[in-house]
C-alpha cells in the first residue's frame, strides 16, 4: 500500500473516523472520501501527505477544527471539506498552498473572521465559503485573486465593501446575499459609504439600513414582476394589430425606475444612426435567424444588434423565433451567457440589443492561426468551464430549463479577457414540465446530438451532446470531424492513435497541470457523446468533475482516444 497514488472509496456508506495512518502512503495523490457517513475529527496525520493534489472529504459528518497542518501539503490543487460539522476558524496557514485552484468550505460551523492570508492563493479560481458562520469584512489581500473565477460567500456574517476583483464584481446576487452587510458592485447591494462602514458602532442605523434593503429588493420583485407582464401583454397585442409603423422598445435591464423615463423612439433612431441603416460596414456576424451588427451609442457604449430579416412571402418578420428568444432570454442572469438588453419592434425593422463581446465567435478565432496560438491551454480549459457554468445554470437553474438546440463554436463569444459566453438563443426552447416538449429538429449540422434523427423529444442531453463536440473542437483547434463517428464505433484501429497528436498542433503540447486538465476535458467529452442519450452525464455532473478533478494515473503522452472513451472511474 505505501506504493498507492489514488484512493478513492467515495459513496459506499463509510462511518467510523479517518484512520491516522493514512499519513504514512507518501505517495499518494488523491484522497477522496465523500458522500459517505465518516465522523470525527480529520486528523492532522494527513498533513504528512507532502505529494497529495486532491483531498475530498465533502459530505460527511466530520467535525472539529481544520488542521492546520494541511498547509503542509504543499502541491494541493484542490481542497473540499464542504457539507459536514467542522467548527472554529479557517485556518491562516491555507494561504500557504501556492497551487490550491479549488477551495470549497461550504455548508459547515465555520466562525471567526477570514484571514488575510487566504490572499495569498494567487491561482484560486474557485472559492466556496457560503452557509458557515463567518464575520467581518472581506480581506483587503482578496484583491489579489486574479485568477478567480467563481466565489460564493452567501449565508454568512459578513459585511463591508466585496473586493475590487472581477469574481466579485460580476458574482450574482445569489452568490453575496444574506449576510451581514456586504456593499457596492453588485446589484441589490447599496454602495458602501460612511454610514455603512460605520454601521456596526450604531445598532440604530444599522436596522434602518437593513429594512430599506428589504424593502426595496422587494419592491424590485414587485416592479420586475409587473414589468414582464407588461411586455408579454404588449407583446400579444403587436400580433394583433399586425405591427404598427410607431417604433417602442421593452428592456429587461434591472434598473426598472429608469425604464419609466425611457424614450424607445429615440432609442430606436439612436441605433438606426449608429449603424447608418444597418450598413454592411458595421456587420459582425450572423446568427441561427439574424445579422448582427455593432453600434456605438452616443452614450458611449458599443452594443451589438440583431436584426431580424423578413420573410419573402409577406415581408413580416418571423415573429416566433424573435419572440422566442426575447422570451429565453429576459429572465436570464449569468457571466457566461451574453447580456440582453432589449429589443425594438417596428413595422421597417425588428431587432434585439446585447452587450458587446469584443473578440467574437470562438470559430472565427480557431480558423485564424495567429489567433488561435494565443489560446493557450488554460484559456482553453477555462473556456470549457465557462461553458459548462453557463449550461448548467441553464438546464438545472432555471425554471422552466432552457435549452439551447444550437450549441456551437459560432455561437461561443470571447470577452477581452478571453472568456466564454454563449449566445444566439433563437432556437432555444423552455422545457415546460406540463408538455411533452416535441419538437422539430434545428441546429448546425455536425453537432445535432444523434437521437434527433429518429425522435421529436427534446431533452438537456441534446445540448450535453453539442457540448461535448464544442470541446473537442476547443482542445484539437478544429471540428472534430469523422472521429464522431469513429470514437464509439466497433472499429478499434482508428482509436489508438495518440491524444497529444489529434490536439491543436498550432500548441506546444500541455505539460503537468495542463496535461492533466486536457486528459480530463477530453474525457469527460467523450462521455457527453455518448449515442445513448441516458448514459451521458448531466451539466452538473460535468461540472462537479471539472471543479475537483482526480489525478489521472494515464500518462499523457502515451494515452490514446480509446484509453478515455474507457476511462474508468466516472459512473454518470
Not at 429518429?454 to 472534430?480: A, R
Not at 467523450?526 to 468533475?545: D, G, K
Request: some cysteine.
Amino acid at each position: 500500500m505505501t506504493q498507492l497514488k489514488l484512493l478513492n472509496l467515495s459513496a459506499n456508506n463509510l462511518s467510523g473516523k479517518i484512520p491516522r495512518e493514512l499519513g504514512s502512503l507518501q505517495l499518494l495523490l488523491g484522497l477522496i472520501l465523500n458522500n459517505n457517513g465518516i465522523s470525527g475529527n480529520i486528523p492532522h496525520q494527513i498533513g504528512f501527505l507532502s505529494q497529495l493534489e486532491l483531498l475530498n472529504l465533502a459530505s460527511n459528518n466530520l467535525s472539529g477544527a481544520i488542521p492546520p497542518q494541511l498547509s503542509l501539503c504543499t502541491n494541493l490543487l484542490s481542497l473540499n471539506l464542504s457539507q459536514n460539522k467542522i467548527k472554529g476558524c479557517i485556518p491562516p496557514e491555507i494561504g500557504n498552498l501556492q497551487f490550491l485552484s479549488v477551495l470549497d468550505l461550504s455548508q459547515n460551523l465555520l466562525t471567526g473572521r477570514i484571514s488575510p492570508d487566504l490572499g495569498k492563493l494567487r491561482v484560486l479560481e474557485i472559492l466556496n465559503v457560503s452557509h458557515n458562520g463567518l464575520s467581518g469584512s472581506i480581506p483587503h489581500s482578496f484583491a489579489d485573486l486574479l485568477a478567480l473565477t467563481f466565489v460564493d460567500v452567501s449565508y454568512n456574517d459578513l459585511e463591508g465593501p466585496l473586493p475590487n476583483v472581477k469574481a466579485f464584481k460580476v458574482a450574482p446576487f445569489e452568490a453575496i446575499w444574506h449576510n451581514k452587510g456586504l456593499c457596492r458592485f453588485v446589484v441589490g447591494l447599496q454602495k458602501c459609504n460612511i454610514s455603512t462602514m460605520s454601521k456596526k458602532h450604531n445598532q440604530h442605523s444599522g436596522a434602518r439600513i437593513f429594512i430599506i434593503l428589504v424593502l426595496s429588493f422587494s419592491g424590485f420583485l414587485f416592479l420586475s414582476s409587473f414589468f414582464i407582464v407588461l411586455i408579454i401583454i404588449y407583446c400579444h397585442q403587436r400580433k394583433i394589430t399586425k405591427r404598427e409603423r410607431n417604433a417602442s422598445i421593452e428592456t429587461n435591464d434591472l434598473d426598472f425606475l429608469h425604464i419609466l423615463s425611457f424614450d424607445g423612439k429615440s432609442f430606436y433612431e439612436q441605433i438606426m444612426e449608429a449603424t447608418e441603416g444597418f450598413d454592411s460596414k458595421y456587420y459582425l456576424g450572423e446568427g441561427a435567424y439574424g445579422v448582427v451588427y455593432r453600434a456605438d451609442l452616443p452614450t458611449g457604449q458599443t452594443v451589438a444588434v440583431k436584426k431580424i430579416p423578413s420573410s419573402r412571402e409577406d415581408e413580416t418578420v418571423n415573429i416566433v423565433l424573435f419572440e422566442r428568444e426575447i422570451e429565453a432570454l429576459q429572465n436570464v442572469r449569468h457571466r457566461n451567457i451574453v447580456k440582453f438588453y432589449g429589443f425594438c419592434s417596428h413595422a421597417q425593422h425588428c431587432f434585439l440589443v446585447y452587450e458587446f463581446i469584443e473578440r467574437g465567435s470562438l470559430r472565427t478565432i480557431l480558423n485564424d492561426d495567429d489567433r488561435a496560438s494565443k489560446l493557450g491551454w488554460d484559456k482553453r480549459i477555462n473556456m470549457v468551464r465557462a461553458i459548462v457554468n453557463a449550461l448548467s445554470y441553464m438546464h438545472h437553474d432555471c425554471f422552466p430549463p432552457l435549452i439551447h438546440r444550437d450549441l456551437t463554436s459560432t455561437n461561443i463569444l470571447l470577452d477581452a479577457d478571453f472568456e466564454a459566453h454563449i449566445s444566439d438563443f433563437g432556437t432555444a426552447i423552455l422545457l415546460r414540465p406540463d408538455s411533452t416538449n416535441w419538437t422539430a429538429i434545428a441546429g448546425t449540422i455536425g453537432y445535432i446530438a444523434p437521437e434527433l434523427a429518429y425522435t421529436n423529444i427534446l431533452t438537456e442531453k441534446c445540448d450535453v451532446y453539442s457540448f461535448g463536440v464544442v470541446v473537442l473542437e476547443i482542445i484539437m483547434g478544429k471540428h472534430p470531424g469523422d472521429y464522431l463517428s469513429l470514437v464509439f464505433s466497433s472499429s478499434q484501429s482508428e482509436l489508438q492513435t495518440p491524444l497529444k497528436d489529434v490536439l491543436d498542433q498550432r500548441l506546444l503540447p500541455p505539460t503537468n497541470w495542463h496535461a492533466q486538465n486536457v486528459i480530463s476535458v477530453v474525457a469527460l467529452a467523450l462521455a457527453c457523446l455518448r449515442t445513448n442519450p441516458q448514459l451521458r452525464p448531466t451539466m452538473t455532473q460535468v461540472s462537479r468533475e471539472l471543479q475537483v478533478q482526480a489525478p489521472l494515473v494515464l500518462p499523457f503522452f502515451g494515452v490514446t482516444l480509446e484509453q478515455l472513451r474507457d476511462l474508468d472511474g466516472r459512473n454518470f
